[in-house]
């Protein structure tokens, strides 16, 4: 994977109160205290990512923290919203954009989705940006040019080197929670293919250190063949993530 710095996200979707989250922490508190070179990111739902901040504080664990989306409006009357400005506020580094649960059951686009990147990108929160295919798509040979379509209209009048400050996920929707993992061959083609695009977008130095993951089914048991792709550089892992020593298996997959 050349020298990109390999990455272990977890979104926990919609699981874990307050108290499950810090009991988790405390769980992998011991395996997670020490830098591996793996960047570990753990997102929690919004209202467990204040305790899990001050938690990773206390305990000086290596680990970053993340949320699961966002509006792309800094305030305003946007009830049920979150904005920018407040992921900031808790001194979150990443935020999940574009993950197709919110494309899928919550009317998501490429366009609402470009004004989440670049409004996260603006306040200096680094996006990790899904995208993926469904099954009928796939099956329909066109996963390259639906792909193509959402990183196009993503990243539309987004400028700046962006290798450090944008994580791409590519997580194939029939492969989410369906225990249906990519074949790690054919993932690392899509990735390819998303590396060469961003090399068209955005230039070759960009896309050379830019982290592409995949996530779809990622578990203890298959990660080290996935990671062991060369343009695979990390996982964004769903249910897989939720135990503490299923998590500390992903983590330490090495
Ligand atoms: P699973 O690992 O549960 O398949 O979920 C993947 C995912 O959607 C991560 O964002």
């Known amino acids: 994977m050349a020298d990109r710095r390999p990455m272990m996200a977890g979104n926990w979707k919609m699981h874990k109160t307050t108290t499950e989250a810090v ?46 989306n966002m509006h792309w409006e800094e305030a305003g009357a946007f009830t049920g919203e979150i904005s920018p400005l407040m992921l900031v506020d808790l001194g979150l580094e990443f935020v999940i954009i574009g993950h197709s649960e919110r494309r899928q059951l919550f009317g998501e ?47 539309e009048g987004v400028g700046g080197d962006l290798s450090e400050r944008l994580v791409i996920a590519y997580e194939p929707i029939w492969a989410i929670g369906t225990g249906k993992v990519a074949e790690p061959e054919d993932a690392n083609d899509v990735i390819r293919h998303i590396r060469a695009l961003i090399s068209s977008l955005f230039g070759v130095d ?23 792709e060369p343009e695979i550089d990390g996982a964004l892992v769903g249910g897989a993530c939720l135990k503490p020593e299923s998590f500390l298996e992903l983590v330490n997959y090495q």
Not at 124 to 139: A, H, N, S, W, Y
């Open 23 to 68: 009991a988790f922490l405390e769980g992998v508190a011991a395996g997670v205290d020490k830098d591996t070179g793996v960047e570990v990111v753990v997102c929690p739902p919004y209202t467990a990512l204040s305790a899990v901040g001050a938690d990773i504080k206390k305990k000086n664990l290596k680990v970053s923290l993340g949320a699961q």
């Open 206 to 228: 960009t896309a050379r250190k830019i982290r592409i993951l995949y996530g779809g089914s990622v578990k203890p048991d298959n990660v080290a063949k996935i990671m062991a």
């Open 109 to 155: 686009t490429n366009e609402t989705i470009n004004k989440k990147l670049k409004a996260a990108l603006d306040h200096g929160l680094k996006p990790i940006f899904c995208v993926g295919e469904t099954l009928d798509q796939r099956e329909a040979g066109q996963t390259t040019e639906v792909i193509a379509a959402q990183i196009t209209e993503g990243l």
